[in-house]
């Protein structure tokens, strides 16, 4: 098994920054892809960036490309969400996700990731 805790969260006013963190604990892979997705209320959870399991690869979503910039310390199993010039529309629910089969570089799906954090809630406002 494995646990993510996710933390960073809060409120923030346009164009500050944030840094989220998830921190892995239990049978973790460091071999294996991490993402981080988000869920506004009323939406469906999104992609918003990926890493490789030795942080080489990453991917974002168009949204935030730019902006956040995805990071991971194997180390520490702990893996970082910077967040520049944030907007009202990032305001959501983040979560971690760490995948727990081998593939290539990361996925933006889902269903490719076996475990989840709880989430920290992230707002914006105008």
């Known amino acids: 098994q494995v646990q993510l805790v996710e933390s960073g969260g809060g409120l923030v006013q346009a164009g500050d920054s944030l840094r989220l963190s998830c921190a892995a604990s239990?049978?973790?892979?460091?071999?294996?892809?991490m993402a981080w997705f988000r869920q506004a209320p009323g939406k469906e959870r999104e992609f918003v960036a990926a890493i490789s399991g030795n942080g080489v690869r990453t991917g974002y979503a168009e949204s935030v490309k730019g902006r956040f910039t995805i990071s991971r310390d194997n180390a520490k199993n702990t893996m970082y969400l910077q967040m520049n010039s944030l907007k009202p529309e990032d305001t959501a629910v983040y979560y971690c996700?760490?995948?727990?089969?081998?593939?290539?570089?990361?996925?933006?799906?889902?269903?490719?990731?076996?475990?989840w954090g709880q989430g920290t809630q992230v707002t914006v406002s105008s």
């Open positions: 996700a760490q995948a727990q089969r081998w593939i290539l570089y990361y996925s933006i799906n889902r269903s490719d990731y076996e475990y």
């Open positions: 239990g049978r973790t892979y460091s071999n294996y892809p």
